[in-house]
T-cell receptor, first 114, second 112 residues
Framework: GAGVSQSPSNKVTEKGKDVELRCDPI?????LYWYRQSLGQGLEFLIY????????KSGLPSDRFSAERTGGSVSTLTIQRTQQEDSAVYLC????????????FGQGTRLTVV | RKEVEQDPGPFNVPEGATVAFNCTYS??????FFWYRQDCRKEPKLLMS???SGNEDGRFTAQLNRASQYISLLIRDSKLSDSATYLC?????????????FGKGTLLTVNP
């Protein structure tokens, strides 16, 4: 596709369940970012991929959060045993190069944990 | 000092006004700087990059002051459609040369 695609666009899940969020970056973009935005708040950095490698996972809030990227393309963010405080919009972005060029965002996945 | 700090606003201005946003960053080694715009319940989108010499795009002017670690965005002749949250973005905070760090944003409302 022409832009960054995220799925699902909305996800409602019960507390304690696992969820998987998917990101399809723009073809050819080597850098991929995951951010989280809670209602009325700024963007919180979660993790960055360069190719399939994640040199910095320090933004992941807890060990319930994990992410992977395969084939230098699709990335999946997994949240295990979801908690209500995990409710937020999860945004994925990709760019040609690490941090020096424009990052294009997907429309996000709105996660609600009930 | 926070990594990237912005005046949260909100700024409420009439149409046609000139408004300026400021942003400071903590890491003097930061390399790239951007202003993004985020409409309500939408994803952020690049407004403009910020170059050392300063740059202008129509009604928008961005400036960088490396000595003071300060970035600004000036909007002239503001339009109703300029109403949005403006995000200051810095690359290289936290010692990395890839991490894009976002400020919390400044909310602008342009009133008729």
């Amino acid at each position: 596709g022409a832009g960054v695609s995220q799925s699902p666009s909305n996800k409602v899940t019960e507390k304690g369940k696992d969820v998987e969020l998917r990101c399809d970056p723009i073809s050819g973009h080597t850098a991929l970012y995951w951010y989280r935005q809670s209602l009325g708040q700024g963007l919180e950095f979660l993790i960055y991929f360069q190719g399939n490698s994640a040199p910095d996972k320090s933004g992941l809030p807890s060990d319930r959060f994990s992410a992977e990227r395969t084939g230098g393309s699709v990335s999946t963010l997994t949240i295990q045993r979801t908690q209500q405080e995990d409710s937020a919009v999860y945004l994925c972005a990709s760019s040609w190069d690490r941090g020096n060029t424009e990052a294009f965002f997907g429309q996000g996945t709105r996660l609600t944990v009930v | 000092r926070k990594e990237v700090e912005q005046d949260p606003g909100p700024f409420n201005v009439p149409e046609g006004a000139t408004v300026a946003f400021n942003c400071t960053y903590s890491n003097s080694a930061s390399q790239s700087f951007f202003w993004y715009r985020q409409d309500c319940r939408k994803e952020p989108k690049l407004l403009m990059s910020v170059y050392s010499s300063g740059n202008e795009d129509g009604r928008f002017t961005a400036q960088l002051n490396r000595a003071s670690q300060y970035i600004s965005l000036l909007i002239r002749d503001s339009k109703l459609s300029d109403s949005a949250t403006y995000l200051c973005v810095v690359n290289g905070e936290g010692g990395s040369n890839y991490k894009l760090t976002f400020g919390k944003g400044t909310l602008l409302t342009v009133n008729p």
